[in-house]
């Protein structure tokens, strides 16, 4: 059985940072791809980024590119999401997602392109 597990949430001042981690378990391919969604109260869950197991490619969504950072676990499956310079808009609950397979630039941004869901972690930015 797949499971996401999120952690490394939590209240950070605006400019402030933060790191994610998803610990993944139960794959039984080493090929797949790792998303990192959010949703803010009131509002539909939205991409961040995405990155694959293989060869290491992250995508990123436009609000992010140059403050985030994805990166893969050294040693066992699982993702880190390096979040720099944060605004109170990052502000909601961060999840994660996986799928057996390659990330592909036009579907890694679907909340349907995703098999395996973890709970969330918050993240709040004050201002």
């Known amino acids: 059985e797949v499971q996401l597990v999120e952690s490394g949430g939590g209240l950070v001042q605006a400019g402030g940072s933060l790191r994610l981690s998803c610990a993944a378990s139960?794959?039984?391919?080493?090929?797949?791809?790792i998303g990192w969604f959010r949703q803010a109260p009131g509002k539909e869950r939205e991409a961040v980024s995405a990155?694959?197991?293989?060869?290491?490619?992250?995508y990123y969504v436009d609000s992010v590119k140059g403050r985030f950072i994805m990166t893969n676990y050294a040693t066992k499956d699982g993702v880190f999401l390096q979040m720099n310079s944060l605004k109170p808009e990052d502000t909601a609950v961060y999840y994660c997602?996986?799928?057996?397979?390659?990330?592909?630039?036009?579907?890694?941004?679907?909340?349907?392109?995703?098999?395996?869901w973890g709970q969330g972690a918050q993240v709040t930015v004050s201002s």
């Open positions: 990155i694959g197991s293989v060869d290491g490619r992250a």
């Open positions: 139960g794959f039984t391919y080493d090929d797949y791809c």
């Open positions: 997602a996986a799928k057996f397979g390659d990330c592909h630039d036009s579907d890694y941004s679907s909340i349907d392109y995703y098999d395996f």
